[in-house]
């Protein structure tokens, strides 16, 4: 069983920054490929961020693009999401996600597996 937990959400000022990590246990991370998503209130879950597990590709939404940056610490089976210039339609909670292979996707679906979430409110 694979468990995801992300950490680092918050309450922060419009251009203020924050720091999203999620740590993964429970399997072999080394041929996965890790996104994050998020949800606002009332709205379908969007993707953010993926990075492949090994090489470094990544994929970015254009909303986040220049703003957001996508890591990981393979050591440390953990990825983070910086986030910079951060704006109040960026409000919601982020969620990360994990699939096998190499293949960086922006569908949910691709994913099979999810942590619990963290909120990240951005005031104006």
């Known amino acids: 069983q694979v468990r995801l937990v992300e950490s680092g959400g918050g309450l922060v000022q419009a251009g203020g920054s924050l720091r999203l990590s999620c740590a993964a246990s429970?399997?072999?991370?080394?041929?996965?490929?890790m996104g994050w998503f998020r949800q606002a209130p009332g709205k379908e879950r969007e993707f953010v961020a993926a990075?492949?597990?090994?090489?470094?590709?990544?994929s970015y939404a254009d909303s986040v693009k220049g703003r957001f940056t996508i890591s990981r610490d393979n050591a440390k089976n953990t990825v983070y999401l910086q986030m910079n210039s951060l704006k109040p339609e960026d409000t919601a909670v982020y969620y990360c996600?994990?699939?096998?292979?190499?293949?960086?996707?922006?569908?949910?679906?691709?994913?099979?597996?999810w942590g619990q979430g963290t909120r990240v409110t951005v005031s104006s």
């Open positions: 429970g399997r072999t991370f080394s041929t996965y490929t």
């Open positions: 990075i492949r597990w090994s090489g470094g590709l990544t």
């Open positions: 996600a994990a699939k096998q292979g190499p293949s960086v996707y922006s569908s949910s679906s691709a994913y099979e597996y």
